[in-house]
């Protein structure tokens, strides 16, 4: 399936159809990231339940230093 | 003791964690300045090419407060976007509303900024809003509700100190909600400045990250504000056209 993560169009294997199981797929499973899908922030709690389909506009943030 | 929305913080030196050379020297600088509060950026993953060093993946956030800011928001609604974001991850215990209208000085949208100040406030944030020296500016977002004010000193990552203290004095005078001195400070020197003219607190960055002993540097800030602070409260001299003794002009034995 194809998704488009952080600006950029992926093809993800078909078995990552929740958001919990994309971030693992992407090793961030223990990262603190923020994940929206198509503009809407998911809760960590979400992310089990959350579906990812083809087409999906994801944006994965996390924290940088800054002032 | 500076009290900022349900916070209250024994140090008023608050962190900026950009730019530093690696992740042992920003925790011994975040370490030898004594900080409470610590501010950070929000940003896109980069997934697909070599990973990004992660600032905190080597840090203990505990006993911190975090103090995101909404840096690359060029809208209101950007800002409040990454207030969100920052505030699903449970790392917001207050936001800096960051909203740049000029590329070249990096001087906040005063229109956005108050905006997304506003919407901040009702969705139940602790808003700190980064904003010029203008005084009516800072007197507008005061009334808005802001837990407090960060002017700058000068535009950020400048260093030239306060380039306006007359504004700054002013805003400060003014103030019903603390005032954090935010950008510009390049030396400790403006740190004592900004501090003795009645500033609550100052958010400092480049000053520490880039000296050329980061670590010595953050140690000379804690004590330029500590400095600055006393030196406010102790009350200084006024200052006179002509000079006068320090020592008595009764008694002098004459040769």
């Known amino acids: 399936m194809v998704l488009t993560i952080n600006g950029i169009k992926k093809e993800m294997p078909e078995e990552t159809t929740t958001i919990h199981k994309l971030l693992d797929h992407l090793q961030l499973g223990n990262k603190k990231a923020v994940v929206e899908r198509n503009g809407m922030i998911i809760k960590k709690e979400e992310q089990e339940q959350e579906p990812v389909k083809e087409g999906d506009s994801l944006e994965i943030v996390h924290f940088v230093g800054g002032g | 003791m500076l009290k900022i929305g349900p ?49 905190f993946e080597s840090m203990n956030l505990e006993g911190f407060r975090l103090l995101p800011n909404t840096a690359g928001a060029k809208t209101a609604e950007e800002a409040v976007r990454i207030a969100k974001i920052a505030s699903a991850a449970d790392m917001c215990d207050m936001i800096k509303v960051e909203v740049i209208g000029c590329d070249k000085t990096l001087l906040p949208d005063p229109v956005e900024t108050i905006r997304a100040s506003e919407i901040l406030l009702e969705e139940g944030f602790t808003v700190l809003p980064y904003t010029s020296d203008d005084v009516v500016l800072a007197k507008r977002l005061q009334d808005l509700g802001v837990h407090a004010i960060m002017p700058g000193a000068s535009p950020i990552g400048t260093g030239l100190g306060i380039i306006n203290p007359y504004n700054l004095s002013h805003i400060i005078e003014q103030a019903y909600v603390p005032v954090i001195v935010d950008a510009g400070i390049g030396s400790p ?51 006179k056209y002509y000079a006068q003794a320090s020592s008595p002009m009764e008694g002098l034995s004459r040769l």
């Open chain 2, 7 to 55: 916070y209250t913080f024994q140090s008023r030196l608050f962190l900026g964690t950009g730019k530093y050379e690696d992740a042992e020297t920003q925790k011994e600088a975040v370490r030898e300045s004594e900080t409470e509060v610590l501010t950070f950026a929000v940003r896109r993953m980069n997934l697909f090419d070599e990973s990004q060093p992660d600032p």
């Open chain 2, 189 to 239: 020197k403006d740190a004592v400045q900004a501090m003795e003219l009645g500033a609550d607190g100052i958010l400092l960055n480049t000053a520490v990250s880039g000296a050329e002993h980061p670590v010595k540097m953050a140690a000379a800030m804690k004590h330029a504000m500590e400095a600055g602070r006393l030196g406010f409260e102790a009350g200084r001299v006024e200052k």
